[in-house]
């Protein structure tokens, strides 16, 4: 550290400490918080002589915050960018050595494979190349405070080269702080996350706002299911759209959750609804080709699920029960089953996995004695 940081940074933690300290004397208490009371703050600032009023030693308290982050990004994460540019550069370079001992100290556990994303992704002379130039110092200090940093470094990496040259995503980056940093905040908290989200990319644009993490109301599913079943004629080609909507509904929640914009009980809602909407479509898709003809067929919720409690592990209880108009009707046990076979056809997604325990269908009135319930795992946690 040269003489110029060295004399910033020892003002800084100086005013920092000063402040902590008149904040435990006001009190005699050990706390390490800001006041955020008009009067609290007005008398901070008398006490301690660094602002004439509340909003301004705010304003103080802010910039030292920032000039901290700046200097430590200048000092310990840019440099590493000049360990991989091999470019002349105004600032400390480092060797590779010494770049791959910084990282791991950071929390990188195999820092030369992180040291090859960070060359692959500031390379050349595009507008990405700038951008994550420009940024990754900041994002390499917010993945060593993830859970997994090696897991969201490379996954920002595939991203990022899926997404290319996307206006809407260097825009993010380069001017929505907070959207990058809950970028990294998710892609270093969940494998199964960055894993839909590699394969859904412009869901990234989401962390921008708020409201479009919130889970959508089943109305509003149901009326989507409606659309996908009268847009395609084709059974399988309408299956899949409805498998592609339901791994978009999830990934919404669970980027929701990581981030703390979803209770814990919109959660279980959201997820419910998200169920129920699949099931519904594809056993509208089960009765196109006329095998329901002459059956009632019912899906009941039972458990967690039937209580709109479903978690990202959860199980959810189903139990099918179908009716014969016909009493008399010989076909209607395997028509049925049959109904039950299309639905596992219809919703099985190897990306969000079900489990795979036997489905049995029941006559309507023998359900209350002999029915069986199926569990099928609506996908995985997003923590895994």
Not at 57 to 79: C, D, G, M, Q, S
Not at 294 to 318: K, Q, T
Request: charged share 30%.
């Amino acid at each position: 550290m040269g003489r110029a940081e060295a004399t910033e940074f020892d003002r800084d933690y100086r005013e920092l400490r000063l402040l902590e300290h008149r904040i435990q004397l006001s009190r005699l208490r050990r706390t390490h918080l800001m006041p955020t009371g008009e009067e609290e703050l007005r008398i901070l600032a008398r006490a301690t002589g660094l602002a004439p009023s509340a909003e301004e030693l705010v304003e103080h308290w802010h910039a030292i915050k920032r000039r901290v982050r700046n200097l430590h990004e200048r000092l310990f994460y840019r440099p590493l960018l000049t360990a991989v540019a091999r470019r002349p550069e105004e600032e400390l370079a480092l060797s590779t050595d010494s770049a791959v001992a910084r990282l791991a100290a950071i929390g990188f556990r195999d820092p030369r494979g992180a040291l090859a994303h960070l060359a692959a992704m500031t390379s050349g002379v595009s507008r990405r190349a700038s951008i994550q130039r420009h940024l990754l110092p900041a994002m390499l200090q917010w993945f060593a405070d993830g859970t997994d940093p090696d897991l969201g470094l490379l996954a920002f990496r595939r991203l990022s080269d899926g997404l290319g040259e996307s206006y809407w995503f260097l825009r993010m980056l380069r001017d929505s702080s907070g959207a990058a940093q809950r970028l990294t905040t998710v892609l270093s908290s969940s494998r199964f996350v960055a894993d839909l989200l590699e394969r859904i990319p412009e869901a990234a644009s989401w962390l921008e706002d708020d409201d479009d993490l919130r889970p959508r109301s089943l109305e509003t599913l149901a009326d989507e299911t409606r659309a996908t079943l009268a847009r395609h004629d084709d059974t399988t080609a309408a299956a899949q759209v409805l498998r592609g909507s339901r791994r978009r509904e999830i990934l919404r929640i669970a980027l929701g959750a990581i981030v703390g914009v979803v209770t814990i009980d919109d959660l279980g809602r959201g997820l419910s609804a998200i169920m129920t909407a699949t099931i519904a479509g594809a056993l509208a898709l089960a009765r196109r080709d006329g095998k329901a003809d002459g059956l009632e067929f019912a899906v009941i919720a039972l458990g967690r699920y039937g209580g709109e409690e479903l978690g990202f592990g959860s199980d959810a209880d189903v139990l099918f029960v179908y009716r014969a108009v016909d009493p008399d009707d010989a076909t209607a046990q395997s028509r049925a089953s049959q109904i039950v076979a299309d639905l596992h056809r219809f919703t099985d997604d190897p990306l969000v996995p079900s489990t795979s325990t036997p489905i049995y269908a029941r006559r309507a009135r023998t359900a209350r004695s002999c029915g069986r319930s199926t569990r099928t795992r609506p996908t995985t946690p997003a923590g895994r």
